[in-house]
């Protein structure tokens, strides 16, 4: 184990997650006989969709030391944006003018819409130099404020058949969800893997005056992980609003925190420059799991998230001890 | 009487001071006098508790000190004064004083009423007109600097350092701060008053002590001695006549600067540099020394593009005008700077030496203009760290892991990467060994003699005549000489380098 820890954190605190994990299914299996079927394995999966599309866009900007907590928001505003246009389109009597919306113009229109709300975030960032926590904490409550106006505080409901595939279909067996978040994960890891973009993610948060004098336009570069976040925060809204065939105003009230929560679990460091992409979807996966687990096991509600909370600090203890040796 | 007695002090294994003594008088004004790294900073540093694992004795009052740090220093009466002043910004100047020393009533609560009528005696002595609720972020260094007088004067310090107390400050602060000191010499005080300005120095002290190396070489009164002397006294090493390394003559221009000027950070403060021209030719490598504070750093900085709205001037690469605003351009232009502090700012401790090297070229190690090629990074990286003998044995390793010399190396690896024409170097041997240090002038000579233009700035006189083929000197934003190495002495240098204060 000492030698493991010398050569590799990463993979070591990669390592911790999994025994986390198995010993977390493990519990769970022994406790309840309903966890390890397959009905259920795939409900967890597509639970867990969701969180990992928004924890993977969450993870680049940790990854540049920065933070995004509009992303619930986004997430909201996003899924509800594609559901009026799908649903009502825009409709202004004044010009007698009306545009009618396909699924997969409603799609990108939303997906864009969460780019340049991200988009807005790293323009403050950058352009004023205000802290990305504040930045984002005031689009978290701009973004919903645009929520309750645009659905004018009604859920926007029945969007037909073909658009709840996103959600609840299948395609080749596995869940439509699952096969977005993997596709989310593969680009993801890929880019901070095999690109420029990606060392340039871990060069920013490394040492940020380094990366400035080594010719690396660090505005863009966090510009650009911004929008990538909203974008993530926009499909993980579809994918909500779809499963529900419903855009819920309050949508993502608190995902941010499932999101952070994903990304220290698995280990990415929020002072930035240290992390992965897996690492992320480990602490996905072992968030979601436990939130099965305890609703099998019929935890009630409050103590559901005091168990959550304590897993958050024994996961991230536990990763700091493997780090301190 | 405070006196010094055979004091040593090593930082790991390095020798900082060497058998140190010295006195110091009360009711004086003790002038410590050094070039950069002579070892006044550390001695100050020992005398006033901030380190206190050193060999020999402090003497203070007939009586051995053995200080255990700066509060049981202040405790018994000594106090320094930083350069980089340690007030809180956000605090008032009341607030500021009294910090960690509050003053309350019976009942446990703070007593302002008696802080601020204590501060108001305090701030009339050291005559600072401002209210004693004033924040000290809304003060002007010099005001600040007062405040700092004021917090050593409520702890009745008997012995009073000041590091560097004018380097910041307008004349007309100087002579206020000068009446001050008059009056606390007369209290009979010790103050103990560094500074690079020798006019200052003949305009205030009493005594002086003239470090180099480490070691104390010479102490006495200050109206025996002559400017000429005292700097005689500071090189000191048997005048080695220039090293003259080259006759050679350069002709073919690759940088020329042209009337560099840098506005202050503070709306009000001089120019950090002021009319700064030189040209820089192919094949050749300038030195460019100056004392702390000169404007050497900023320079650089200035040529790479880090201060676009501070700076004018004109910049010519190969005779070409060229618009210099980031880093990306001036890498654009082939010129690449290796700053002064490599771990704050030239490398990612956490990553590998391999993609610290290919952190600048990115660009050129991609296939189908958007994956990385692992193989050619690896070739790139390896390539340089055996031009460069980095001593490691993967290209996979930690960078911080390394050597401080071997982390040089990388800096210089990362930015020899991008092929540059003109090379910038801040300190590049600075808290590197011997060994390496040697490497690195080597490595220079081989870059030079491809072409590359180089401009060295070091802090070490012996560094930049041995190295250069050209020197240029810096003081007070100023460039005060450019001469070929031939012509250059240490003493010659350090005149121009300390000659602004002579003449002005």
């Known amino acids: ?325 | 009487m405070l006196i010094a007695r055979n004091i040593t002090k090593k930082f790991a294994g390095v020798v900082a001071l060497n058998n140190v003594n010295l006195e110091l008088h009360p009711g004086k004004v003790n002038a410590i006098i050094g070039e950069n790294g002579a070892g006044k900073s550390t001695l100050m540093k020992v005398l006033s508790g901030v380190h206190v694992d050193y060999e020999g004795d402090i003497i203070f009052n007939n009586e051995v000190l053995q200080l255990t740090g700066t509060k049981d220093a202040e405790a018994k009466g000594i106090v320094i004064i930083h350069q980089e002043l340690n007030l809180v910004p956000g605090l008032s100047i009341t607030e500021n004083i009294f910090l960690g020393r509050e003053k309350c009533n019976a009942i446990g609560i703070l007593d302002k009423k008696e802080m601020t009528r204590q501060t108001q005696k305090l701030l009339a002595k050291v005559k600072l007109d401002a209210d004693p609720a004033a924040l000290v972020g809304s003060l002007k260094v010099g005001q600040q600097q007062l405040v700092e007088i004021a917090k050593a004067l409520y702890t009745n310090a008997s012995v009073i350092i000041m590091d560097e107390p004018t380097s910041a400050i307008s004349d007309k602060e100087v002579d206020n701060l000068f009446v001050i000191i008059d009056e606390l010499r007369s209290e009979g005080k010790t103050i103990v008053y560094i500074s690079h300005k020798l006019k200052e120095l003949f305009t205030i002290a009493d005594r002086f002590v003239v470090m180099r190396d480490g070691c104390t070489v010479e102490s006495g009164v200050m109206a025996e001695m002559t400017q000429d002397a005292l700097i005689r006294k500071m090189t000191g090493r048997a005048v080695n006549g220039p090293a003259g390394n080259t006759k050679q003559t350069f002709t073919e221009p690759v940088l020329r600067v042209q009337n560099i000027n840098l506005k202050s950070t503070s709306r009000h403060g001089a120019n950090v540099l002021t009319d700064i021209s030189f040209t820089l030719h192919k094949g050749e490598i300038v030195g460019l020394y100056g004392l702390m504070g000169a404007g050497r750093t900023e320079l650089m900085e200035t040529l790479f593009g880090l201060h676009p709205k501070r700076a004018t001037g004109n910049i010519f690469v190969h005779e070409q005008q060229v618009h210099i605003q980031t880093p990306i351009q001036a890498i654009k232009h082939g010129i690449a700077l290796v700053p002064e502090d490599r771990k704050a700012h030239g490398l990612i401790l956490d990553q590998k030496i391999k993609t610290n090297i290919s952190i600048t070229v990115l660009n050129q190690l991609e296939k189908w203009g958007i994956v990385l090629h692992n193989k050619k990074e690896t070739r790139l990286s390896k390539d340089y760290i055996q031009r460069l003998g980095i001593k490691t044995y993967s290209e996979n390793n930690i960078a911080g892991n390394l050597s401080g010399g071997n982390q040089q190396k990388i800096v210089l690896a990362k930015w020899l990467a991008t092929n540059p024409r003109i090379l910038l170097l801040d300190e590049p041997t600075r808290g590197i060994d011997i060994n390496a240090r040697f490497e690195i002038y080597n490595l220079m000579k081989k870059l030079a003699e491809a072409g590359m233009a180089i401009l060295l700035v070091s802090s070490e006189l012996p560094e930049i005549l041995t190295a250069s083929d050209r020197v240029l000197v810096m003081a007070e934003g100023r460039l005060t000489a450019d001469m070929p190495v031939t012509e250059a002495t240490e003493s010659n240098v350090l005149k121009y380098a300390i000659q602004h204060n002579i003449t002005a």
Request: hydrophobic letters at 55%.
């Open chain 1, 1 to 325: 184990m000492i030698a493991i820890q010398k050569n590799n954190t990463i993979n070591l605190a990669r390592l911790q997650s999994l025994i986390a994990l198995v010993t977390l299914c493990a519990i769970i299996a022994i406790l309840s006989d309903k966890f390890l079927t397959m009905d259920n394995g795939w409900n967890v999966l597509r639970q867990i969709a969701v969180n990992v599309c928004i924890s993977v866009g969450m993870t680049l900007i940790v990854l540049t030391a920065g933070i995004d907590l509009s992303v619930g928001s986004v997430l909201a505003l996003c899924g509800a944006i594609t559901a009026g246009l799908l649903k009502n389109g825009i409709k202004m009597p004044s010009a007698d003018l009306f545009i009618g919306f396909t699924i997969l113009g409603a799609l990108l229109a939303g997906i864009i819409a969460g780019a340049l709300l991200g988009w807005f975030n790293g323009f403050v960032i950058t352009k004023f130099k205000v802290p990305p926590f504040v930045a984002t904490l005031a689009m978290l409550t701009i973004a919903r404020g645009l929520t309750m106006l645009w659905t004018q505080g009604h859920p926007i409901s029945n969007l037909g058949p073909a658009f709840s595939v996103i959600g609840t279909g299948w395609f080749l067996g596995i869940p439509v969800p699952v096969w977005i978040a993997g596709m989310v994960v593969l680009i993801a890891s890929f880019i901070t893997r095999q690109t420029r973009l990606g060392r340039y993610i871990y060069a920013i948060g490394g040492n940020e005056n380094a990366a400035i004098l080594s010719g690396i336009s660090i505005n863009k570069v966090k510009l650009i992980v911004y929008s990538i976040a909203g974008a993530l925060a926009a499909v993980g809204g579809i994918m909500v609003t779809s499963r529900l065939d419903s855009a819920q105003p309050n949508a993502g009230t608190g995902y941010e925190l499932d999101a952070i929560a994903a990304v220290v679990i698995g280990g990415t460091s929020l002072s930035g420059g240290k992390g992965s992409i897996g690492g992320t979807v480990m602490g996905a996966v072992i968030i979601g799991v436990l939130n099965n687990g305890l609703v099998l096991l019929n935890v009630s509600p409050f103590w559901q998230q005091v168990v959550k909370g304590a897993v958050i600090l024994i996961a991230v203890i536990i990763d700091k001890g493997g780090k301190k040796k």
